[in-house]
């Protein structure tokens, strides 16, 4: 495949989990945040030079490299390493950044007010990560040897209620089985770790499933 049929094919996909669009990087701070995000979940890319209806409007790639390059490695915390890849179609420039999933997580980058957070991509935006998700990605990173656990009635009760239900909040499982947000967490953290669960997010809250 050529490289312009290459980019081509990579806009008329549309933004998603995995790709965004950007116009144009005016704040290394909001770029970060993107990183972030995709770093946390399972990488992904930026179109640099792509309006958000797919429309190619080109960018002076030295200063978005230098922009980005700013961004992930001063306004991400740990820093990030990011591969640039330059598109010519139809005389305007088109950057693709590829952002590898991090293997130190969580990935934090500095909201409007300067605080480090948690950055997490769900479908086609960037979502701050709750603070049991934070856990989670923090014992990705940590434990390689999986998690065992002992299944005690709360948990049955648990996983019988996301059967039947298919997710709940936080707060929702603390009511379910009389349990301190400590030992919810504990809870939620040790089935993400064995695969039974995971963490998603649906009309701004975040849901414990099955995975």
Not at 88 to 94: E, Q, Y
Request: hydrophobic share 35%; net charge negative; aromatic share 6%.
């Amino acid at each position: 495949m050529k490289k312009t049929d290459y980019i081509l094919s990579l806009i008329e996909e549309g933004e998603h989990e995995h790709q965004d669009f950007k116009y144009q990087i005016s704040d290394a701070r909001k770029i970060a945040r993107s990183i972030s995000a995709f770093a946390n979940n399972s990488g992904g890319r930026l179109l640099i030079g792509v309006k958000d209806n797919g429309n190619i409007a080109g960018v002076k790639s030295e200063e978005e490299i230098y922009m980005i390059e700013t961004a992930a490695t001063m306004y991400c915390r740990p820093e990030q390493t990011v591969q640039f890849t330059i598109y010519h179609v139809g005389g305007k420039t088109v950057l693709k950044v590829d952002i590898p999933e991090a293997e130190e997580k969580p990935v934090k980058a500095q909201d409007d007010n300067g605080k480090w957070c948690t950055y997490y991509r769900v479908n086609d935006e960037n979502h701050l990560a709750s603070a049991t998700h934070v856990k989670v990605l923090k014992n990705e990173s940590s434990n390689n040897e999986g998690a065992s656990m002992l299944f005690t009635d709360k948990e049955k009760t648990l996983l019988q209620y996301l059967r039947e239900h298919g997710g709940i909040t936080m707060g929702g499982i603390t009511r379910l089985v009389l349990c301190s947000r400590a030992v919810a967490d504990e809870m939620v953290v040790n089935m993400c770790s064995m695969g039974i669960a995971a963490i998603n997010y649906h009309e701004g809250n975040c849901l414990i499933t099955l995975k």
